[in-house]
């Protein structure tokens, strides 16, 4: 049987690059399947989020892990494990990694910040990156270990470091094995991504997370033919807290629940996401 990396590694297609959408557990993992998208983003921005704590390092890996093996569970659409800085070294690396695998994930995120990380995406956040040497060995133990495929994403770009450097740390990341490179930028405008794309020698697909330059559109990222696979990185999340804040607020502000009634998911349409169906069949088939 194909495993999940295989299948994510051939829709990593740069003339049309594979979308993920972002997840904080099986529920939006199973809603973000069904609605079409190619593969599931196991954010730990998400996860952080979903937790009320700051994506820093706080929540163990047990925590992803487990969150990320709920995704897989519920639906069929590849994971994309967003493993952070690997919570340390490459003997922490070695040891995750088949596990991630074991847990049917298709590929890990690992990014050349020193743990603990800080969020990329937070006004004056700690942007410390890893020597290069140090982070091959990161993506040479995950490889060793029989981990998922490893999408190696550099910092440089956040850190301020320039093009070249992130350039550099592009290439030395596919140089070690990895099957994709993350670049990431928090600029409003698209036009560092780009520039770097261009310069991009295009030895392993790309992978963007356009939240800073929501402008940039599918269409024009597939034009590169650089990348292969488009996260939108916090998507559920953000849906998540504006849909629950106005219905809360309605609520209130009504002084009951009717006026909500039309505006939120009927109790049926969450008993089917909770698989009804599959619990009927067990009932009729074995319930004595
Ligand atoms: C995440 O979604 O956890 C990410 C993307 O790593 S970002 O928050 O933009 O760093
Ligand atoms: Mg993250």
């Known amino acids: 049987m194909e495993t999940p990396a ?3 590694r051939a829709r990593l297609t740069p003339d049309r690059p594979a979308i993920a959408m972002s997840a904080h557990n099986a529920l939006s993992a199973r ?15 998400e996860l952080s989020a979903a937790h009320a704590v700051p994506d820093a390092s706080i929540l163990s890996w047990e925590t992803h892990l487990a969150a990320m093996r709920a995704m897989v569970e ?21 040891y995750l990694a088949p596990r991630y695998a074991a847990a049917g994930v298709a590929a890990m995120v690992m990014e050349d910040k020193t743990f603990p990380k800080d969020s990329s995406l937070r006004v004056g956040g700690r942007q410390e990156l890893v020597p290069v040497e140090e982070f091959q060995g990161k ?16 910092e440089a770009l956040i850190a301020g470091l320039g093009q070249d450097e992130a350039l550099k740390r592009g290439e030395a990341y ?5 099957d994709a490179v993350l670049i990431h930028s928090k600029q409003k405008t698209p ?28 269409k024009e990222v597939a034009a590169l033919e650089k990348v292969g696979l488009i996260i939108c990185g916090n998507h559920a999340i953000r849906a998540a807290v504006a849909a629950m804040r106005e219905t809360f607020a309605r609520i209130l502000a009504e002084g009951g629940i009717a006026g909500v009634e039309g505006r939120i998911a009927s109790v049926a349409e969450i008993f089917a996401l909770q698989g009804d169906g599959a619990m009927r069949e067990i009932e009729k088939r074995f319930l004595r």
């Not at 596919?174 to 990895?178: M, Q």
């Open 139 to 154: 993506i040479e133990a995950a490889r060793v270990a029989g981990g998922p495929l490893v999408i190696a994403r550099t």
């Open 74 to 94: 519920v639906q069929s659409a590849p994971v994309v494990a967003d493993i952070d800085t690997g919570s340390g070294n490459a003997v922490n690396v070695a």
């Open 191 to 218: 036009d560092e991504i780009l520039a770097f794309c261009r310069a991009w020698p295009g030895r392993v697909p790309l992978v963007l997370v356009p939240t800073s330059y929501p402008q940039l559109s599918f």
């Open 31 to 45: 809603l973000a399947a069904e609605a079409g998208f190619d593969a599931i983003w196991g954010s730990g921005f």
């Open 174 to 178: 596919a140089e070690a094995g990895a």
């Open 6 to 8: 295989a299948r994510l």
